[in-house]
Every structure is written in structure tokens, then in C-alpha cells.
């Protein structure tokens, strides 16, 4: 049980001089609140003592989360005694075994509850701080991953040696977020029925277990984050606790990425600005260990979570790509929401990156099975730039907040205003030009306070004109004040505003921010980002955009360059990456267009950029990291042949990976001119091997490829570049499979692993693992070999959920060759549920791929086709040719076999239709399914010249399985035109491969067919 004491503190000594009745007179509104506080978090009252107050969670009845109600109801009532100015509270909870004594009636004074736990509890109570919660161990264990909390002095109690250890309770984890505590000066008008579908949402969302997505729309000021507050009410009031998460997007150009997820999560491990590195990195070891504990994907997961929160370290790749982070940041929210029902609320998406927004759709998209509710909020100009946000889906919901009524908009005005109408001119006005806009009658009431009695401020035509005069009534200093705030951002510092200099310092700053509040222009956050800092920010966001639009442009530059110094001057420089970039950015354009000298900047701005460009790489945002690393490059000189190379190499690594490979192409060849032109010798190598990469995979000749890369590696050698060797010779092994060349090409590969592993460059370690499981499927090996150094390579990528689905692709294949079927399928059911749970679009085709061919392979084609045309639909949808082309030859196989011509001669063309010329096994396949159905319809000749093109491209290779798969054709065209001896002898050379290779279904196969053949069985399969 859970027991909360509370103590007011300040009346004492006024109640002493005072009539006992009296006291009692004015105590008593106070003790009423402290009662329904105590009881609107399920607490009972257990009895009044003097001034203080005890009341049990848990007792009569215990629920789970009792001793996290009592600590959120101490903290609500500390907020509360912190607004009222007559009051002051101490307050402690504690937890622990009590007496309990059954049948009481507290009502009547009778006590519940006995023990220690409860003189405990008032010692702690007595030793809190003013309008503080002091909680004991066991409370502290129990809520600490739902309440944040700050070490506090252990405290002495009667009967105990030792003093007891104590925590004090800052705020619930819940209520973090920057904008929830919305300011709302009246009480909402109208708006019921808006309010309406996001209450029934919320009520959906928990009652069916499933996601739902609602997008507020409107212009500026409309209300949209109104209603998001009104919702937070809803949920605050539940009796049930509800997860309420909260990020923003931000007004800066190209966005910082992923910045209101990151958000969430900072917030969810309460990681500050100000933190330290190892610092945050154990804050949200912390918290991925509470909401994930146990599971195996954990620290996977956390990888993921510490790149979005920037703690990516040296900003290498948590690795994968773009669908990876999705699954695992998706991972993480699904775990959030199944211990509670979750809120995630969205701020502005107007301002998202494409990426933010990919990934709010992919979630509602995905997350299945736990309650979860999505709410976005955003101005018209979203729905410009994506026309279908959130259209198609059966759980998303957009609403589009018309203006107020006139009568609401009247009543509004009444209420800010305190009295019923204007005069009637006036008000007509207002009304008129206010159209129906909250903010506009809001801000239009505020000047009217400002002007004085008496006097009728103009009716601007905007709300940018109102807010743009009321800054214009203040005193000269409060208004340089906010413009530098503007520069700093929506949310701001003293300490960031006092280093732009334009404004009062010191005392007379602090001073000033408490006028602006008074007048509303800006707010005092209770939780700062930057530790010990408080954080304001501005009331509205158009308040700040005006007081922007009001610097002189002259002095803006100068406000940027000392903004990025102070956000420098706070360390981790990686986190806050792109508001540094912002920043610098801006001081180069206004300096640029005013014709100043922009030369000293350079060298902070580029290093800025190149850390913003690398912190996005750790996203997988590549196209947005490519923006960040141009604009550097475009800051060197010509002549800086070393750095712009070096910057080249990450733009041409970030294009490719976004998909750009023209452009990749041309910017590397460029980087291998600058680096040879600078005698960077290593980096040089560095980037031939990512072009080579790019060009092979165009179709570029293979053995020119593999002299780039023998010539790298020697390079690299001298260099003792560990990275840049791994790199190397896990292009060196794919090149070389791909040209079927040897099993040279497992060599290389495994020599790329040693290195990595050697330099513990785990990305390329865990790729190069994986081609290495490919080869093992085509090459002559047998197929137990194998599958043991495969079942090797899947115990390396232990805890990498996407790696060893990667693995299990091919070890798949493996066990079905060796007629482990149970196992193939199983392992294929695995790899397709990781991909299937991800949404990887390409991955999960090739998961039907495996699985049709295993199916094939244990010779049910009915079974083969079903998954081989799920993949194939899969790939045309997204307009794939390169799988699509094999896939389709297997589909021709699995169709023929069931005896269905037409359409395997139809999927043989759309094999050859998107098979590249240099496709081995694209091209090998179709023509072997298409010499089958010719020679179905006698066509003989034509059915052997295409085998002979196919054992053209393929008796150079190594692919065993391949090579059988041409002879098994053959055997079945010559059977078909009368001449069983030539059958017999392609079997018989089939049969031995597959015997090799331990291949039993297959060999069986085989050896039924030559049976069939001669009438005898005339081998044994092994
Ligand atoms: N229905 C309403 N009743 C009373 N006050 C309202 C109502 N709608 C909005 N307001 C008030 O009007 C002001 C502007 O609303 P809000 O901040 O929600 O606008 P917004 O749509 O989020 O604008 P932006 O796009 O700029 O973020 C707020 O102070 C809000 O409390
Ligand atoms: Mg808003």
C-alpha cells in the first residue's frame, strides 16, 4: 500500500494568532481541493491531522499502479499550492506493508492504516521541501519509469539507524512535451462536435486495440492546438493513465529531422539539452530497459532511439536502412502503448520533413494490436504538399476546423473581455474583421487592455497587423527583447537571449520576461530542455514570426552568429547539429545578400553542416543529409582539395543511398579527381570502390571492376584503412559471385569480415555476412556444409532482428536443398515476419520469393505459385524489375509444372521483358521455362537454341544449382523429342550435382525421372 501525507505550510503561524473556528473557516476551501485532488486519483482520504492530510492508495482495494497515482496526485497538488499565492505545501509518499484494519470508517475518524510505512511516510512528509515531493525507495522503484525524479538528501527518522533513502519527484513522464501546457484564457466556445470525434477517437483507440490517426486543419490561430489541450484534458481526467506523448515541428526550412519523435523519446527518458553524452546515453539505457525489458530486439531498438535522440556517436548508421529505423522506432511505440493506451501528438506537421511524415503514415500503417491514437495538427499548406495525407486509410481521419460562428466569436470576445458586448460599432467591426479567428479576437482584446480605457486601437486586417501593433506599444527594450528571442526560436532561453546583447541582461532581463508574461506574449515553461536554464516561449508562434519580421536585416546575421555561439557554447554539438546548421545558414545568406565578407564564418558554418549532414545520416535521411553536405561543399574553396574530397565521398555515399545513382556517380568521379589531385591516396581508393559499386550494379564489365578493386585494396593496405579494406573486399566477393566466378568469392568476402570485425565496423561486417549466406546457396558446396557455417553466421548477427532475417533468407534455401522442410519454412516464416511487421516493402517480396521456391523445391508448385505471384505483384507494384525478372522465371517453372502453358510462356516474356542483359540468372531461367513450353508444342529447334544461350551463360559460372536447373530443361526437351538417351545423360549429370551438394529432395527427383526414363532406377540418390 501506498500512503501520502501533505502538510500545509504558511498558514501556521498566521493561524496561531487566529480564532481556532476561523481557521477552520479558511482552511477549509483548500482541504476540499486537497480532497479532490486525493480522490480524483483513486486515493482515500484517511484522516485530517491539524493541517496535515493522510490518504492510502491501495487500501481498501490494491491496484497495480497505486503508488504512481499517489505520487501524480502529489505532484498535482503541488502544482496547484504553486499557482495559489496563499499557500504552500510539503508533501511524501511511501510504500510499503501496513496494518490495515478492515471495516473502518475514516468518515468517522477511524484509522485504516498503521505501521511503519506510515511513520515513514511523516517523517519524509516533514523533511520535504517547500512545495516539494519527497518519495521512499520502494515508491521510487516503482513509478520511476513513468515519474521523473532528482536525488535528494537521505532523511533521518526515529527508530532507524540508518537514514532512509529518499527521491525527489519533479514531474510525471506523461506530461512532457513542449506545448502541451497550452495557455487557454477562456473556456472553449463551441467546438463540440470537433471535440466530439477526437474524444470518440481516443475512446475507440482503447476500446478496439488498434491505431487511429486525426490530422487538425486550419489556418493560424483557428485553434487546432486548443483542441489538442482539451483532448489532453479528457485524457488527464480518465481514471485509467493514459501515455501522452507531444513533439513539434519546427519553422526551419528544411527542418531538422525526425526533431518531434526525438522529442518523444528525449522526453519519455527525460534527457535534457544540457546533458552530457554518457549522461543521456544511460538516461535512455534506463528507459529502453524499463518499456522494452526482456525483449530481444531491446538493444537493437535502443541503437535505433540513440540515433534519433543524436547520441549516434562517431555518426556512423545504426545501420540498415530507412524501413529499419521505421521498425524499430515503431517497435519501441508499440511498447509504450501496450502497458497503457498512448497519445502521440504531432505538432505542425506543415513543417515536418517528408520523412517525419513517412513515418507517422507508416505507423498508423503498421502498429497493430495495442491502443494507440495519432493526432497531427496542421495549417492548409500540408495538404498542398500531400494532397493524400492520411486519404486511403480506413483508421486516419482529417478535420478541417472552420471558422467560429459570429455568436461564438461574440461570446468569445465577451469572455476575454470580461463584460458582455462592446459598443456596437465596435464590436461589428471586430467581429467583421476577426472572421471567425480565436487568436485574432484574442490578440485584438489585448491591445485593447494595452491601450487603455477609453481609447479604439485600429482593427489591423490580419492577425500578423495586430500582433505587429500590439509590439509596437511596448518599451523599447521588452521588444528588443522578444526580436532576439525570434532569433533563438519559438522556444528560448535567458541565457541564449542575453548572448544576442540586444536586450537587458542580468536581473533587469529576468525582469522583463516577467512583464512579457504578464502580458502574454510569452509563457514560462515548467520543464526546460537546457539544464538549468528556465525555458520560455512564445505564446504563439505568430508572435514570434512578427517580432522576427521586425529585426532590421542588418542585424540579423549578427543575432544568428551569436545564437550558434551560444548553442556551441552548450557541448554537444552533434544534437543540435542542424539548429546549429539553421543558424549558420541563415548568417551566411543575410550576409551574402547584404554584401558582406562572409570569410570568418566559413569554417564554423561548414563544420556545422558536415555534423548535420552526418547526425542525419544516422537517421537513414539521406536526400536530407546530400542537402547539408552540398551546401558545405559549396563553403571551401577550390583549392581545398582534401576536405572537398572528403565531402564528395559522404555526398556521393548519401545519393546512393537515397537513390540518386546518376548524381552519386558524377559526384564520386568528381571526388576521386579532387582526392588525387590532393594525393589522398586512401580516401582516393575509398571512393573508386563506391563508384566501382555504382557502375557494376549499371551493367558496368566485371572483370575491369575487380581490377579497381585489387588496386584499391592494395592502397588501402598501406593505409592500414580497416574500413575502407572491409569495404573493399565485400565488393570484391559480390563482384565476383555475381560473375559466378569462384568460390575466390567467399574468400574475399570473409576476408571483408575479418577486417570489419578487426575494426569493429559492424555494418559492413553484418553486409558482408550476408552476401557471404548468398553464395553458400549457389555454390558447390553440400548443402550441410553449408548450412552449419550459415547457422554461424546467424549466431553473429545475435540481436539484430534485420540482419538475421537477412541470414535466414538464404539458410532458408539451404535447409530446403537438404529436404529439411520444416525448418525451411520456419526460417522463412521468421524473416517474413520481421519484414511483415516492418512494412520493408522489398524485403517482404523477397520473403515470398524464398518461400515459392521452397515450396517448388519440395515439389508442391500449386504452393510455389501462390507466394511466387504474391512477390511478383509485390515488385510490379513498385516497379522493381530486377527481382521481378528471376521471379518471374520461377513463377514459368511452377506453372509449367502444373501443366498451365499459356501461362508460363506469358511469364517467360514478362522475365525477359524486365531481365538486364548482364542478369545471369534472369536470363538463364526464362529461357530454360520458355525451351520447355516450345518443346511442349513441338518447336524444337527454337527450344534448343535457347538452351544453348542458357548453358552459354552459365558454364562459366559456379552456380551449381543453376547449371542443374538447364540440365533438368534439357532432359525434358530432349524427352519430349523422342530421344531419351541425351535425356538420360543430362539427368544423370543433374543427379550427380545434386548428390554432391547433398541436395536429397532434389536428387530424388531426379532419379525418379531417369527411372521413369529407362523403366529402371539406375542410381540411388544420396
Ligand atoms: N474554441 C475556442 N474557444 C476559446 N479559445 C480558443 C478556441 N480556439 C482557439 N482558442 C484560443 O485561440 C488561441 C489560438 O489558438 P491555437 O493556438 O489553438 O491556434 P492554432 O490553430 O494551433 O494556430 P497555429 O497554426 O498558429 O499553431 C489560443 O490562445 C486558444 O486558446
Ligand atoms: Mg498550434
Keep these: 500500500m501506498t500512503v501520502l501525507f501533505a502538510d500545509l505550510v504558511g498558514f501556521t503561524a498566521r493561524a496561531e494568532q487566529m480564532d481556532p473556528e476561523d481557521v477552520r473557516a479558511l482552511l477549509s476551501p483548500y482541504y476540499a481541493r486537497l480532497r479532490s485532488e486525493l480522490e480524483r486519483f483513486g486515493g482515500t482520504v484517511e484522516k485530517f491531522i491539524g493541517d496535515a492530510v493522510m490518504a492510502l492508495f491501495g487500501a481498501p482495494v490494491t491496484h497495480e499502479d497505486d503508488a504512481e497515482r499517489a505520487v501524480r496526485a502529489a505532484l498535482a497538488i503541488r502544482d496547484w499550492a504553486a499557482e495559489e499565492e496563499q499557500i504552500q505545501v510539503r508533501l511524501a509518499v511511501n510504500t510499503g506493508e501496513a496494518l490495515v484494519v478492515l471495516g473502518a470508517r475514516p468518515g468517522h475518524g477511524e484509522g485504516m492504516a498503521a505501521g511503519d510505512v506510515v511513520n515513514t511516510a511523516a517523517r519524509l512528509q516533514a523533511a520535504a521541501p517547500v512545495n516539494g515531493v519527497l518519495v521512499g525507495e520502494r515508491t521510487f522503484r516503482a513509478t520511476r519509469a513513468v515519474i521523473e525524479y532528482r536525488p535528494a538528501e537521505p532523511v533521518a527518522a526515529k527508530g532507524k539507524r540508518d537514514p532512509v533513502p529518499v527521491w525527489e519527484a519533479v514531474q510525471p513522464r506523461s506530461r512532457l512535451g513542449v506545448d502541451v501546457p497550452h495557455q487557454a484564457r477562456t473556456v472553449l466556445v463551441g467546438r463540440d462536435r470537433e471535440l466530439g470525434v477526437l474524444r470518440d477517437a481516443l475512446a475507440r483507440v482503447r476500446a478496439e486495440r488498434s491505431p487511429q490517426l486525426v490530422t487538425l486543419v486550419g489556418v493560424p490561430g483557428i485553434g487546432k492546438s486548443r483542441l489538442v489541450y482539451e483532448l489532453w484534458q479528457v485524457a488527464e481526467a480518465e481514471p485509467e493513465l ?61 541503437r535505433h532511439l540513440g540515433a534519433l535522440a543524436g547520441l549516434g556517436g562517431d555518426g556512423a548508421p545504426a545501420g540498415g536502412d530507412r524501413s529499419e529505423a521505421f521498425a524499430a522506432w515503431r517497435q519501441f511505440v508499440e511498447a509504450l502503448a501496450e502497458a497503457r493506451p498512448l497519445v502521440l501528438v504531432f505538432e505542425d506537421l506543415h513543417w515536418a520533413d517528408d520523412g517525419l511524415l513517412d513515418f507517422v503514415d507508416y505507423l498508423v500503417d503498421w502498429a497493430g494490436g495495442v491502443s494507440l491514437l495519432v493526432v497531427g495538427t496542421a495549417r492548409p499548406e500540408l495538404l498542398a504538399r500531400r494532397p493524400g495525407w492520411g486519404g486511403g486509410k480506413p483508421n486516419a481521419l482529417t478535420l478541417s476546423l472552420a471558422p467560429l460562428s459570429e455568436g461564438d466569436t461574440a461570446r468569445l470576445i465577451g469572455l476575454l473581455l470580461g463584460r458582455a458586448v462592446l459598443e456596437a460599432g465596435q464590436q461589428a467591426g471586430l467581429l467583421a474583421h476577426a472572421g471567425g479567428n480565436p487568436l485574432y479576437a484574442e490578440q485584438y482584446v489585448q491591445m485593447l487592455a494595452e491601450h487603455g480605457a477609453g481609447r479604439q486601437p485600429p482593427l489591423p486586417e490580419s492577425i500578423q497587423g495586430i500582433i505587429a501593433a500590439r509590439l509596437d506599444l511596448l518599451a523599447a527594450a521588452d521588444k528588443r527583447l522578444l526580436q532576439d528571442a525570434a532569433v533563438i526560436g519559438k522556444v528560448f532561453w535567458p541565457g541564449a537571449v542575453a548572448a544576442l546583447g540586444g536586450g537587458p541582461g542580468g536581473g533587469e532581463l529576468d525582469e522583463c520576461l516577467h512583464g512579457l508574461e504578464r502580458r502574454q506574449f510569452v509563457r514560462r515553461e515548467r520543464r526546460s530542455s537546457v539544464a538549468g536554464q528556465t525555458q520560455y516561449a512564445f505564446g504563439h508562434v505568430l508572435v514570434r514570426d512578427v517580432a522576427y519580421g521586425q529585426i532590421p536585416r542588418a542585424a540579423r546575421a549578427g543575432k544568428h552568429a551569436a545564437a550558434a555561439g551560444w548553442i556551441e557554447s552548450l557541448g554537444r554539438a552533434e544534437d543540435h547539429a542542424e539548429m546549429l546548421a539553421y543558424h549558420y545558414l541563415s548568417v551566411l545568406d543575410l550576409a551574402r ?49 582534401q576536405q572537398r574530397a572528403g565531402l564528395l565521398r559522404l555526398l556521393g555515399t548519401a545519393l546512393h543511398e537515397a537513390g540518386e545513382l546518376d548524381q552519386a556517380e558524377a559526384v564520386l568521379a568528381e571526388g576521386s579527381r579532387v582526392a588525387a589531385a590532393a594525393g589522398a591516396a586512401a580516401l582516393e581508393a575509398r571512393i573508386r570502390i563506391l563508384l566501382t559499386e555504382i557502375r557494376t550494379s549499371h551493367g558496368g564489365p566485371g572483370d575491369q571492376a575487380l581490377a579497381e578493386c585489387q588496386a584499391a585494396t592494395a592502397v588501402l593496405e598501406a593505409a592500414g584503412d580497416l574500413e575502407g579494406l572491409a569495404e573493399a573486399w565485400t565488393l570484391t566477393g559480390m563482384i565476383r559471385f555475381w560473375l559466378g566466378d569462384s568460390p575466390a ?7 571483408a569480415m575479418a577486417y570489419a570485425r578487426q575494426g569493429g565496423h559492424r555494418r559492413v561486417q553484418l553486409q558482408a555476412s550476408f552476401w557471404l549466406a548468398v553464395t553458400f546457396t549457389l555454390l558447390p558446396i ?22 538475421e532475417a537477412d541470414i535466414l533468407r538464404p539458410l532458408s534455401e539451404l535447409y530446403a536443398y537438404s529436404g529439411r522442410f520444416a525448418d525451411a519454412r520456419d526460417a522463412i516464416a521468421r524473416a517474413r515476419s520481421v519484414y511483415d511487421r516492418s512494412g520493408a516493402k522489398i524485403r517482404r517480396a523477397m520473403g515470398a ?6 515450396e517448388l523445391i519440395a515439389g508442391d508448385p500449386a504452393a510455389a505459385e501462390h507466394h511466387l505471384r504474391e512477390s511478383y505483384e509485390a515488385y510490379r507494384a513498385m516497379g522493381e524489375r530486377g527481382f521481378l525478372s528471376s521471379v518471374a522465371g520461377w513463377l514459368a517453372e511452377a506453372l509449367y509444372a502444373q501443366g498451365r502453358l499459356g501461362e508460363a510462356q506469358q511469364a517467360t516474356e514478362q522475365a525477359q521483358a524486365a531481365a538486364a542483359p548482364a542478369d545471369i540468372d534472369a536470363q538463364a531461367r526464362w529461357r530454360a521455362a520458355r525451351a520447355k513450353v516450345l518443346a511442349r508444342a513441338g518447336q524444337f529447334p527454337a527450344a534448343q537454341t535457347l538452351l544453348d544461350e542458357a548453358e552459354a551463360l552459365v558454364s562459366p559460372t559456379c552456380w551449381a544449382a543453376l547449371q542443374a536447373g538447364i540440365l533438368l530443361a534439357r532432359a525434358e526437351v530432349d524427352r519430349l523429342a523422342g530421344a531419351p538417351e541425351r535425356a538420360a545423360a543430362c539427368l544423370r549429370a543433374a543427379l550427380s550435382i545434386y548428390q554432391d551438394r547433398h541436395a536429397a529432395p532434389l536428387a530424388e527427383q531426379t532419379a525418379a525421372a531417369l527411372a521413369g526414363l529407362t523403366g529402371h532406377p539406375s542410381a540411388k540418390p544420396a
Design 849 to 854: 520469393h524464398l518461400a515459392g521456391q521452397i
Design 782 to 803: 553440400p548443402a550441410d556444409t553449408a548450412i552449419a557455417r550459415a547457422e554461424q553466421l546467424l549466431q553473429t548477427a545475435d540481436g539484430e532482428p534485420w540482419s
Design 745 to 751: 568469392d567467399q574468400q574475399a568476402l570473409e576476408r
Design 593 to 641: 545578400g547584404a554584401g558582406q565578407d562572409t570569410a570568418g564564418l566559413a569554417s564554423r558554418a561548414r563544420a556545422a553542416l558536415q555534423a548535420a549532414g552526418d547526425r542525419v545520416v544516422a537517421l537513414n535521411a539521406f536526400a536530407a543529409a546530400a542537402g547539408y553536405y552540398r551546401t558545405a561543399l559549396a563553403l571551401w574553396p577550390q583549392d581545398a582539395h
Design 242 to 302: 493514459i501515455w501522452w506523448r507531444q513533439g513539434r515541428s519546427l519553422p526551419y526550412g528544411e527542418g531538422v529531422s525526425f526533431w518531434a519523435l526525438a522529442e518523444m523519446v528525449k522526453a519519455q527518458a527525460g534527457i535534457l539539452e544540457g546533458d552530457a553524452p554518457e549522461q543521456a546515453g544511460a538516461k535512455l539505457a534506463a528507459m529502453t530497459d524499463d518499456v522494452l525489458g526482456g525483449m530481444p530486439e531491446a538493444e537493437w531498438v535502443t
